[in-house]
């Protein structure tokens, strides 16, 4: 193959054209983040109680603390993109809920306009942290994925419905003491 000194100058710019084009091409598919939404009918596992109120334009989803307990949300995840989307795992949450460790989700793929039901897992900890009554909600998820088996990103998915739980009263926070858990 002649180098680009020896081909005639029309033929390099027209390869320099096609870099660009390419370039461009890849840099469209992978410029945005895939698109996810969440959407119900959603399931809750793992708790002794749970009821679900609206408040304004938000739906909460009430769940009773059991510490050290296991709540497992189910809910429809759909892919609105035109690619197949991989859903890897959570990403580092950018806030702590205080009563909720967000563990784990479901992982597989999505395919373009497809949806299929995922389960987000989250461990119940931290009310030895708390005043008794006080609150966490969780209303949004940070997911890592994968689009078209090659561009990865961090997808933020609002919840169907936001989960809140409170901070036990001392009989139900085992490993509070007298100095854990600040005056409330």
């Given amino acids: 193959m002649p180098t680009a000194r020896e081909m005639p100058r029309p033929a390099v710019l027209g390869l320099g054209a096609a870099a660009v084009l390419a370039a461009a091409g890849g840099s469209l598919l992978a410029g945005g983040a895939p698109s996810l939404t969440a959407s119900g009918p959603v399931s809750v596992s793992g708790t ?5 109120f ?5 739906t909460v ?3 009773r603390y059991d510490d050290q307990g296991t709540l ?4 429809t995840l759909t892919n609105h993109g035109p690619l ?15 009563l909720f460790d967000l563990v784990g989700i479901s992982t597989g793929e999505l395919p373009p306009g497809e949806s299929r039901e995922v ?24 997911v890592g994925t994968r689009e ?13 419905e936001e989960i809140h739980t409170g901070s036990p009263r001392e009989a139900f ?5 007298a100095t854990s858990r600040p005056q409330g």
């Fill in 84 to 98: 197949p989307v991989t859903v890897t795992g959570l990403a580092e949450a950018p806030v702590d809920p205080r």
């Fill in 173 to 177: 926070c085992p490993r509070s003491t």
């Fill in 48 to 52: 002794e109680a749970s009821a679900v």
């Fill in 54 to 58: 609206t408040i304004g334009d938000r």
């Fill in 119 to 142: 389960t987000l897992t989250l461990a119940m900890t931290g009310c030895e942290s708390l005043s008794s009554r006080s609150g966490s909600f969780v209303t949004t998820i940070d």
């Fill in 61 to 63: 989803r009430q769940v």
């Fill in 148 to 160: 078209a088996g090659v561009f990865e990103d961090v997808v933020s998915v609002e919840l169907p």
């Fill in 72 to 75: 497992h949300l189910r809910f």
